[in-house]
């Protein structure tokens, strides 16, 4: 497999083999993936606890009877509304 780099990426690679930390430049590289991937995995365990916590606050509310019903035409302005934020 060959990868491009720009000259800033391949200076960082050099200094860390010459800094005798890894052996070549594949080791660097490897551990910059295994290091993206657990990062990935950690940012998406942060957002599902989030998640989580959201939804054990509307549990919580519907136990107690805090939200309202909306009908059809309400949701639809609201999605409406939800739409023209984004864009």
Do not use: C, P, W
Request: glycine share 2%; hydrophobic share 40%.
């Amino acid at each position: 497999m060959n990868i491009s780099l720009t000259a800033e990426f391949e200076q960082i690679i050099k200094n860390k083999v010459e800094s005798g930390l890894y052996n070549n430049a594949s080791e660097v590289v490897r551990e910059a993936l295994r290091f993206m991937q657990t990062n990935e995995e950690l940012v998406y365990q942060i957002k599902l606890d989030k998640l989580k916590a959201k939804l054990a606050v509307a549990e919580h509310d519907m136990a107690e009877n805090r939200y309202q019903t909306l009908d059809k035409e309400k949701i639809e302005t609201l999605f409406d509304t939800i739409k023209q934020r984004a864009l």
